[in-house]
């Protein structure tokens, strides 16, 4: 099974940039999806970005051209570098797994079955 531990939120202006990084440990399993998720304030939590084994990635229109996700096999550490961020960015962000996966879509919150306990994104105008 996967275990994940987000970090590198932080509060920034409007337009700034941050990049968040999972530590992934605990898995034995040759194809996986990873993903980013949010969930901003009185929002449901949504996808943001997904990669899987073979780094095919996806993205939620809102984000495209802004945000990358990107992971590091030899390390096992997935990134999400965000640009220009936006006050609607704000919120807590988790990252998520699943195994036996490849991206087409992002995914649906209960299509994933491991996740991290967040780190918090904060943009002001």
């Known amino acids: 099974q996967f275990q994940l531990a987000e970090s590198g939120g932080d509060s920034v202006q409007d337009g700034g940039s941050l990049r968040l990084s999972c530590a992934i440990s605990g898995h034995p399993y040759d194809s996986y999806c990873l993903a980013w998720f949010r969930r901003g304030p009185g929002k449901q939590r949504e996808g943001v970005a997904a990669i899987d084994a073979d780094a095919t990635t996806a993205y939620a229109d809102s984000v495209k051209g802004r945000f990358t996700i990107a992971k590091d096999d030899l390390k096992n550490i997935m990134f999400l570098q965000m640009n220009n961020l936006q006050p609607e960015d704000t919120g807590m962000y988790f990252c998520?797994?699943?195994?036996?996966?490849?991206?087409?879509?992002?995914?649906?919150?209960?299509?994933?079955?491991?996740w991290g306990q967040g780190t918090q994104v904060t943009v002001s105008s």
């Open positions: 998520a797994a699943r195994p036996r996966c490849w991206v087409r879509v992002v995914g649906e919150e209960y299509e994933y079955n491991y």
